[in-house]
């Protein structure tokens, strides 16, 4: 691999990409002191809004490595384009979970680079297969390029395993019940890069449809313990930055918004515990003032009532979040008056 030339290449990739989507942070060098400061950050594309997501590519010894492959396979063959520019091949592609904005655009990425193997894990091949929450036909009928079948992994494996994919080490981890049923993330520990798929985004609206912000809470706390020596953190959504600051803006979203929501489930709020639509516009106004003008994560207009809906019907129940010093919040989970 000629090094030179690749960052040349990657860099102009980059900018060029940068310049003719109109996105703004597009620069993955967002944070200084790499260990290895004179190897080039991985390669990004973000796919246009509503609903952007990355894929990114990975300098290798032997090629270039994929992470997740976007929503459609339109924003897939524009992601292609700029990947060719680097006049590298592709080896192999790492899915990160199995959510229709990660998975949509692998066939294009398959046919463009036959050779690479597409890697998921075995809980997330299964995720794709058995599709139990039916996201892949709410994505088509959200987005008709959404394609109408999907392309699946030849390669899985068991999360925790460690991979050598084209002369490159990479360790990973699973989680399960957070952002997604289940997700893996790849780290390489030799630059201390963390592909995260979604379980940190970057000054995005994420989605919290799944119900499940206890258990992501408590997923951040394991995914820091678990690479304490992650620098750089590339999320599904975002762009890349401190492993460190990510998880806890993460973290801090995600409090917030259960704190936002909260009050609208007590039982002496007006109509009890079920959310009104003047408690929606309320929690809806209250973080916008917080977040103002994140992106969200989908292409789906109601994505911030979805999302109040879900942690509103997750906070009722509260079982699960017993005994969690992870998402015990300031005013108390399982209070009398909750
Ligand atoms: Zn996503």
Not at 17 to 45: D, I, Q, Y
Not at 153 to 163: H, K, P, V, W
Not at 242 to 255: E, K, M, N
Not at 324 to 331: G, N, P
Request: charged letters at 25%; a positive charge.
């Amino acid at each position: 691999m000629k090094n030179r030339r690749l960052r040349r290449l990657l860099g102009v990739a980059s900018a060029a990409l940068c310049a003719s989507t109109s996105m703004v942070g597009c620069s993955n060098n967002e944070t200084s002191g790499t260990p290895h400061a004179e190897a080039p950050g991985p390669g990004r594309f973000a796919s246009p809004h509503p609903g952007s997501v990355n894929t990114y590519w990975i300098e290798a010894p032997e090629g270039l490595v994929l992470v997740d492959t976007l929503r459609t396979p339109e924003d897939a063959d524009r992601a292609v384009a700029a990947i060719r520019k680097t006049g590298e091949p592709v080896v192999a592609i790492l899915l990160t979970h199995s959510h229709p904005d990660h998975v949509g655009g692998a066939r294009s990425f398959h046919e463009a680079f036959p050779r690479a193997s597409l890697y998921a894990s075995e809980a997330t091949d299964e995720a794709m297969r058995e599709d139990k929450r039916n996201f892949y036909p709410l994505a088509r009928s959200a987005n008709p390029r959404f394609p109408a079948r999907l392309t699946y992994a030849d390669r899985t494996f068991e999360d925790g395993a460690a991979l050598r994919v084209g002369g490159l080490r990479f360790e990973t981890a699973g989680f399960t019940a957070g952002e997604s049923d289940t997700a893996t993330v790849y780290y390489r520990p030799d630059t201390g890069d963390l592909f995260s798929g979604d379980l940190a985004g970057r000054k995005v609206m994420p989605a919290l449809i799944e119900g499940n912000s206890c258990g992501w809470l408590r997923i951040l706390d394991r995914l820091g313990r678990r690479f304490p020596k992650a620098r750089t953190m590339y999320p599904g959504h975002g762009a890349p930055g401190p492993a460190r600051t990510l998880i806890d803006d993460q973290r801090g979203y995600l409090q917030r918004f259960r704190d936002m929501v909260r009050p609208a489930t007590a039982r002496r709020s007006p109509e009890g515990r079920s959310v009104t639509p003047g408690e929606q516009k309320r929690i809806t106004a209250e973080l916008e003032r917080a977040y103002p003008g994140r992106p969200p994560v989908a292409d789906l207009p109601t994505l911030v009532q979805e999302n109040i809906k879900a942690v509103a019907r997750e906070l009722r129940t509260g079982a699960a979040t017993k005994g969690s010093a992870a998402c015990a919040d300031q005013a108390g989970e399982g209070t009398p008056d909750n």
